[in-house]
């Protein structure tokens, strides 16, 4: 069951801290994408990074960031600005073929925060 | 503006009876459209893509480009395909193409 790995399964943290989201993918994928996943909702687009130290932002990137140091790596970090942060967040990488996504896109399991 | 829709929040059908999940899109450009599956405690995985026109687990969706829909269809439901149902569309260009997901139909099979 490898392919994206995301720490930790469930996440609390007190209203005003930060806190990073790890993902990490050996599928040699170039895109990456986090989503937030909330009940009746669907998966909205957070941010996502095609290459390393580039990325764009998604539908609902304010209070939210990130960064692509590696291409395996695609932490997000949830600050004190986004105004409700508790959700189930889901990482995902896709490959590229001629810098276009093809195939299928694959996820990690998540991890669910909790802001207290 | 690309926007799927997926009009059933739940649905429930007994066992061995057809299933049908609806799912619209709005897309100017040439859609490419994908089905995905959340089972409890599992992470969400590709269930099946226009593209490929294969039938998995029984189940089977057709692109009508005229209606722009694509639902997904089973002739006769099991109980282990109780599951969180995503359509999704990819869309834009250039490069910025992303999946644009509708807010899915959780499918009960009652015994």
């Known amino acids: 069951d490898g392919g994206i790995t995301q720490s930790p399964k469930y996440l609390f943290r007190k209203e005003g801290q930060n806190v990073t989201l790890s993902c990490e993918q050996n599928l040699n994928h170039d895109a990456m994408y986090w989503y937030r996943q909330d009940p009746g909702q669907g998966l909205r687009l957070i941010y996502y990074?095609?290459?390393?130290?580039?990325?764009q932002k998604g539908d609902i990137a304010e209070g939210y960031s990130v960064s692509r140091e590696k291409k395996e790596s695609f932490p997000l970090t949830v600050t004190s600005a986004q105004k409700n942060p508790t959700a189930f967040y889901l990482c995902?990488?896709?490959?590229?073929?001629?810098?276009?996504?093809?195939?299928?896109?694959?996820f990690g399991p998540g991890t669910r925060l909790t802001v207290l | 503006a690309q926007r799927v829709t997926q009009p059933e929040k739940l649905l429930s059908v007994f066992k061995g009876a057809p299933v049908e999940l609806k799912c619209n899109y709005s897309?100017?450009?040439?859609?490419?459209l994908f089905w995905y599956v959340q089972y409890s405690r599992q992470r969400l995985q590709l269930l099946l893509r226009?593209?490929s026109r294969e039938s998995i687990k029984g189940f089977t969706a057709d692109l009508n480009k005229g209606e722009t829909s694509f639902h997904l269809k089973k002739p006769f439901a099991q109980e282990e395909d109780s599951a969180m149902y995503y359509c999704?569309?990819?869309?834009?260009?250039?490069?910025?193409?992303?999946?644009?997901f509708g807010k899915g139909t959780k499918l009960t099979v009652n015994p």
């Open positions: 995902a990488s896709n490959n590229l073929a001629g810098g276009r996504p093809y195939n299928e896109q694959f």
């Open positions: 226009h593209i």
């Open positions: 990074s095609q290459i390393v130290n580039d990325f």
């Open positions: 999704a569309l990819r869309a834009g260009w250039g490069g910025s193409e992303k999946l644009v």
């Open positions: 897309y100017s450009g040439s859609p490419e």
